[in-house]
């Protein structure tokens, strides 16, 4: 290690990530001929070629692909060591914050947290991934700094702080010709109803057991929608049956004509955690923000920190 010149982390990082070393080197503003040559003494240290060039094409060798996470792994703890500050004020600083987080969180959750930073932190800003587009390790790996999902996705050795509950509910439109009086439905008219579910939807994270499983899975589903944000548009004026969360429906049909159903079948509550990494422990910025996530929560959900 003394022999090896610690900032060929970054050039092997780029490198194991890039599709050419000629975009490893434009992301380490280094020229073509810098990063041939700190190709060469990495392949030097490790005794390995890491990437062969053949055709046009970078293909990484076994030991290249081993290094890939651990040297992700090393990379975040370097920038956070040298990005680390004991002082953070909000009305000043400038940092943007990327969070991961699901749909109907983003809606719920984070609006208001914008909202809110306008005036306590203006200056900064946060940028959102969708849960969805990788494991959430991976979402990490492209810079997310804050994870927020179901308790049952979370990633091990992770810092974690439990955020919120939530459970299934159904929603349709107030007008609906059979349902749109009462605040139930029976399992005979959830059973005939045609029913409008979002993309994403996991069956098995809103039933309590296995004969909800069933009913659920047995649904007539007349549409299938990309976002549950289009849910409230698609029930209203027809008599579509939509499942979801309770927080959200309940937050629909506060500001439109929606009415929220007790399900016929036991439903699972859910509980929602927020998921960092361990060398942010002690960052004041992330401590921060999570603050306002959690005072958002006891705010618009009633709940106190499970």
Same mark, same amino acid.
């Given at each position: ?46 005794? $390995? $070629? ?11 060798? *076994? ?23 004991? $002082? ?143 849910? *409230? ?30 399900? *016929? ?42």
């Amino acid at each position: 290690m003394h022999r090896l010149n610690l900032n060929l982390l970054y050039p092997l990082h780029a490198i194991l990530h890039a599709p050419t070393l000629t975009e490893a080197g434009r992301r380490v503003r280094l020229s073509q001929s810098a990063m041939s040559h700190a190709l060469r003494r990495l392949r030097e240290h490790f005794r $390995d $070629d890491l990437v062969i060039h053949s055709a046009g094409d970078q293909h990484l060798t *076994p030991l290249g692909m081993a290094l890939r996470a651990e040297v992700r792994r090393v990379m975040r703890e370097v920038e956070g060591t040298f990005n680390y500050a004991l $002082d953070f004020d909000p009305l000043t600083s400038e940092q943007t914050v990327t969070v991961a987080a699901p749909e109907f969180l983003e809606q719920m959750l984070l609006g208001p947290v914008l909202r809110d930073l306008s005036t306590d932190a203006p200056g900064m800003s946060v940028r959102i991934l969708p849960l969805t587009a990788g494991r959430p390790q991976d979402l990490l790996d492209r810079g997310a700094d804050l994870l927020l999902l179901p308790q049952e996705s979370a990633v091990d050795r992770l810092e974690t702080l439990p955020i919120l509950t939530d459970r299934a509910s159904s929603m349709v439109w107030i007008g609906h010709s059979v349902l749109g009086a009462g605040y139930e439905i029976s399992e005979e008219q959830y059973r005939a109803a045609r029913h409008v579910v979002a993309q994403g939807e996991v069956t098995s994270r809103l039933a309590a057991d296995e004969r909800a499983e069933r009913i659920l899975k047995a649904r007539r589903i007349g549409m299938c929608t990309t976002s549950q944000t289009t849910l *409230p548009a698609l029930l209203i004026g027809s008599d579509l049956v939509a499942t979801g969360s309770v927080w959200l429906f309940q937050h629909y049909a506060s500001i439109m004509p929606l009415r929220v159903l007790t399900l *016929p079948f036991a439903t699972k509550e859910t509980m929602f955690v927020a998921q960092w990494a361990s060398h942010r422990q002690r960052d004041p910025m992330l401590a921060w923000f999570i603050e306002r996530i959690e005072a958002c929560v006891e705010r618009t959900q009633g709940l106190q920190r499970p």
